[in-house]
């Protein structure tokens, strides 16, 4: 038989925390307690030891009963987990760090330093847990037919890049926001502003990241 993790959830939780009972209300603050000192679910033998229940079944029927009133949610397949509500929310937040500005522009040769972290909600960019990204500061108007302006976030991924990315790049040495093209089997910059002229590598052509999203402040 497949054993279960609890997790709490965050909105019913509220709404039925008044009508647990006394001993339902003592086990979730066990079940709190647990998870803060130990990161993990206690299991039902611990929940039986604990407040001395004749067997595991009881532990399970209490379990069960502060699943359904919502205060916990099993989860099927894993032997014992807990997760409080801004833990949930958190699952899917991931925190990514901001190096500098890059030019979308000419060529830029300074390095860009890390200036801080920008936390991002992977589900609405559509970017996995595991990928490699980070964040860089537009600076320029190369890219403004392509709607990136002077100030925007642009948020990268390591990855190889495919005809027709925007991509941040080292080119000859200079750093730069533009769009990645390949023509005959030769790769080159694009930029999306007629007023700018295409990067043709002379040496060296290393593309550093790829734009997987665009943030931009309110005004």
């Not at 009133?69 to 987990?81: F, Y």
């Amino acid at each position: 038989m497949a054993k279960s993790c609890f997790v709490l959830t965050n909105t019913v939780q509220k709404m039925s925390i008044n009508i647990l009972t006394k001993r339902q209300q003592e086990i979730l603050s066990y079940l709190k307690d647990s998870q803060r000192k130990t990161g993990i679910m206690p299991s039902t033998r611990e929940l039986q030891h604990f407040f001395g229940f004749a067997s595991q079944t009881a532990a399970m029927s209490h379990l069960r009963a502060l699943e359904k009133k919502g205060v916990i949610q099993r989860l099927p397949g894993k032997a014992r987990a807990v997760a409080f509500p801004d833990e949930l929310d958190r699952e899917e937040i991931l925190d990514i760090p901001i190096y500098g500005r890059i030019a979308a522009g000419y060529g830029d040769d300074t390095v860009p330093e890390k200036e801080g972290c920008l936390s991002i909600d992977i589900r609405s960019l559509g970017i996995t847990r595991t990928a490699r990204t980070f964040a860089l500061k537009v600076r320029g108007e190369s890219m403004v037919d392509a709607h990136i302006c002077d100030g925007d976030l642009v948020i990268m991924e390591f990855r190889e890049p495919r005809h027709g990315d925007i991509v941040a790049a080292l080119i000859d040495g200079e750093t730069t926001l533009k769009r990645f093209l390949v023509e005959k089997g030769k790769a080159f910059l694009h930029a999306e502003n007629k007023k700018f002229p295409d990067l043709i590598p002379a040496r060296e052509l290393i593309i550093q990241g790829v734009l997987v999203a665009l943030l931009r402040q309110a005004a």
